[in-house]
């Protein structure tokens, strides 16, 4: 790919996963250009069911793109759990592949992940690269991946939860959608919901277990990573968590989730008054919900989850690190820069490249608002696409602090056998002896 370039960096890993370290590996040049990065004529990727609708049209483009530069493709298929256990593995040796394209739940806890100094500081190269702009892109989703100044991780697509309902059904409830722009108007007119129906009524319409029915969405931050200090017990996590155990038994007790808006069910349960809200998952999925409210006479009414925090909150999905034991970054961070390109970010159209989720790259997004316009009014699409773009906190997931932690020692409360204060003693504990591990 480069000519004449032959360059090693020794580069030593002290890393475990689980436990992390002090972060004290050698820092990246900051003037490091594309043409000092190291590489090799093989572009070693690991593919699985989850990242493949990405991977495989970015290769295609890289193999265009680069004839000289082999790509050597390790596919996992369905065998997720093998995939993860591989790279928990190999990455602590220094091996794996070059580029990690991920959704987050490869580790643990990405964040210790980066703590460890394993991922390659994009900073220094990015800043030195005339043909990367970081203003192209949405600021706010793209920081996540930044850890202590380092932008070890950076996101490919992101999401928010919108709650979709109806005009009709708000005003049969009683209640006024701008009561629900808070998150305290939104858990009081929820409880009051339950209550009417005697706990016997669905909220949601995809039920999310192990709470992640309000988080990220609801914009608490547990821990500061970089501060090591734990922030739970404050009056904004007291509202999440009884507002949270008002809807426990649903989240527990629900039966298998509906995924399809189109289903006959969906719409059956919400002419029903058997669910208040829908949630879909992907902006372009609320469209459909749209469409099908509007079959059945109701105007369709979208609504922002509403964050304790009062920052309207995302969540990273994919995301793409480069490793610093990787002897091919050069390619790694071309074939990085075409993940982030408009032919792979605004593949709208199921035909090219079915992007399910938000594209980082702005005009992406103007790419997808053009596409689904064509069948419905332009000014819905934008509202919308608006709601999901407007973010101004996002999260990168981590399944260590909310499954393992947080959910296990709130359990409890949630159940009513155990006081607040005692499960918030109990995760406060353990999640300051995990912070100082």
Not at 56 to 67: H, L, V
Request: charged content about 25%.
């Amino acid at each position: 790919m480069k000519k004449n370039i032959v360059l090693v960096l020794a580069v030593s890993i002290l890393f475990t996963l689980l436990a992390g370290c002090d972060g004290s590996g050698d820092e990246n040049p900051k003037n490091e250009t594309f043409e000092q990065l190291p590489e090799t004529d093989k572009l070693v990727l690991y593919r699985h069911v989850n990242n493949k609708y990405l991977l495989d049209p970015a290769i295609k483009i890289f193999e265009k793109t680069y004839p000289d530069v082999e790509i050597e493709v390790r596919d996992f298929g369905d065998d997720l759990e093998t995939y993860m256990k591989t790279i928990q593995t190999e990455i602590p040796a220094g091996k794996g592949p070059d580029l990690i394209c991920s959704d987050g739940y490869e580790f643990p806890d990405i964040y210790k992940t980066m703590e460890a100094d394993v991922f390659y500081d994009l900073n220094g190269i990015i800043e030195n690269d005339p043909g990367f702009d970081i203003g192209d892109y949405n600021k706010v989703v793209l920081d996540s991946g930044v850890y202590k100044g380092k932008r070890y991780v950076m996101p490919i697509s992101y999401r928010t939860r919108i709650l979709i309902t109806s005009e009709e059904r708000l005003a049969e409830e009683g209640i006024k959608s701008n009561s629900l722009k808070t998150f305290g108007g939104y858990a009081s007119e929820v409880k009051k919901y339950l209550d009417k129906y005697n706990s016997t009524k669905l909220v949601y319409h995809v039920q999310y277990q192990w709470c992640l029915m309000y988080f990220p969405w609801c914009g608490l931050r547990a821990v500061d990573y970089e501060s090591k200090s734990v922030n739970v017990g404050g009056d904004d996590f007291k509202k999440v968590m009884e507002a949270y155990k008002d809807i426990y038994w649903q989240d527990i007790e629900a039966p298998d989730p509906i995924f399809s808006p189109e289903d006959e069910i969906t719409i059956g349960l919400f002419q029903a008054n058997e669910i208040l809200f829908i949630c879909s998952g992907a902006w372009y999925l609320d469209l459909q919900i749209c469409d099908r409210l509007s079959e059945i006479g109701h105007s369709p009414v979208f609504l922002p989850f509403p964050a304790a925090s009062g920052k309207t909150t995302a969540k990273v999905e994919n995301m793409a690190e480069i490793l610093n034991s990787s002897q091919n970054k050069a390619n790694a961070y071309a074939f990085l820069k075409i993940l982030l390109s408009e032919q792979i970010q605004g593949g709208a159209d199921p035909s090219n490249v079915n992007f399910i989720w938000v594209p980082v790259l702005n005009s992406a997004v103007d790419l997808h608002v053009e596409y689904h316009s064509r069948e419905r009014p332009k000014e819905e699409v934008e509202k919308c696409c608006a709601m999901s773009t407007d973010v101004k906190d996002c999260q990168i997931f981590s399944t260590k602090l909310t499954n393992d932690i947080f959910y296990q020692n709130m359990w409890p409360y949630f159940k009513g056998e155990e006081t607040y204060e005692n499960c918030v003693n109990k995760t406060r504990n353990e999640l300051e002896l995990y912070m100082s591990e």
